[in-house]
């Protein structure tokens, strides 16, 4: 991780607020939200190029069901890279777009993929890594902020679009949150745009998933971040089961202290230093 743009931290998720978005997400009906992808035209206009590390539509020693990974981070990581890789990786692109929709996305993405990837037929995900967190150099991850909610409408309403972004049903449940309630007090930043990821990270966290790096022979990381249910030492039981060579897998948080583990940031703190003094 000597190189690579990630500022995430989980002790800097606000524990209260998430503990009621997972109520909320207990309450509403996943099944009630559609959600269509960007069409492949609008992706083109956006000329995106793929600047990331990893950008194979291969499966690695990380698939062990030749199944689908989804791909998580910044935009220009996963539309940008994944977009076409139909086969084991699905990025998201949404419209219409709500942070609502964005949040039942990311809680039910592995229990209930087919809602997101609609086919006619039932979608299955890898189910030692079922996600995978894309991180790169030049598109910073920052940690977990947030500012006052003006309006609910902030977190149901699609602003492009000009419409309310999620089922009338769940518009309803969600209107009628007690105004006591942190949901409706304060949301995630804004600016900069990246902030929605870290939100997506924080999620993920508190479903108590395991956060991985994947350290090369030559001590450098990888270019993303595996997200398991499984413990470390499951993992290692799994790879031998399938007589596959076991890579050199970490945990990214020390589970504690809730911190990234300081031997895997060192280098990159250090040399984001560097470039933040060279830029004065």
């Known amino acids: 991780m000597d190189k ?11 524990k209260i607020y998430f503990k009621e978005l997972f109520l909320l997400m207990k309450t509403i009906t ?5 959600f269509k992808r960007i069409n492949k035209k609008q992706i083109e206009k956006l000329n995106i190029k793929c600047e990331n590390e990893f950008n194979s539509c291969k499966t690695d020693e990380f ?38 929709k964005n949040d039942v996305f990311i809680r039910y993405i592995i229990d209930k993929p087919e809602l997101y990837i609609n086919n006619s037929k039932k979608i299955e995900l890898e189910d030692v890594f079922p996600i995978r967190i894309v991180i790169s150099d ?10 006052k909610m003006d309006n ?20 309803q449940i969600i209107n009628t ?20 990821i870290s939100r997506e990270l924080c999620i993920l966290y ?10 090369n022979d030559n001590q450098t990381l990888k270019p993303f971040i595996l997200i398991s249910k499984y413990n470390l030492q499951q993992i290692k039981r799994i790879y031998k089961t399938k007589n596959k060579k076991f890579p050199n897998i970490k945990y990214l948080f020390n589970k504690r202290s809730k911190t990234i583990k300081k ?16 830029a004065f």
Request: proline share 5%.
């Open 63 to 100: 698939f062990f069901d030749n199944k689908k990974q989804i791909i998580l981070g910044r935009f220009f990581d996963t539309i940008g890279c994944f977009y076409k890789c139909k086969g084991h990786y699905f990025s998201m692109a949404m419209e219409p777009y709500s942070l609502f």
């Open 263 to 278: 031997q895997n940031f060192t280098k990159m703190k250090q040399n984001k230093t560097k470039k933040d003094k060279r």
């Open 30 to 34: 996943p099944e009630k939200e559609f």
């Open 206 to 215: 508190y479903m108590k998933l395991h956060f991985y790096i994947v350290e």
């Open 4 to 14: 690579y743009s990630f500022d995430f931290n989980p002790k800097d998720c606000n």
């Open 138 to 147: 030049k598109h910073n991850i920052p940690t977990y902020a947030e500012r």
């Open 152 to 171: 609910i409408k902030e977190y149901t309403f699609d602003n492009i679009k000009n419409m309310f972004a999620l089922s009338n049903d769940n518009l």
């Open 177 to 196: 949150l007690p105004d006591t309630s942190v949901l409706k007090k304060i949301i995630t930043e804004k600016f900069p745009i990246n902030h929605i």
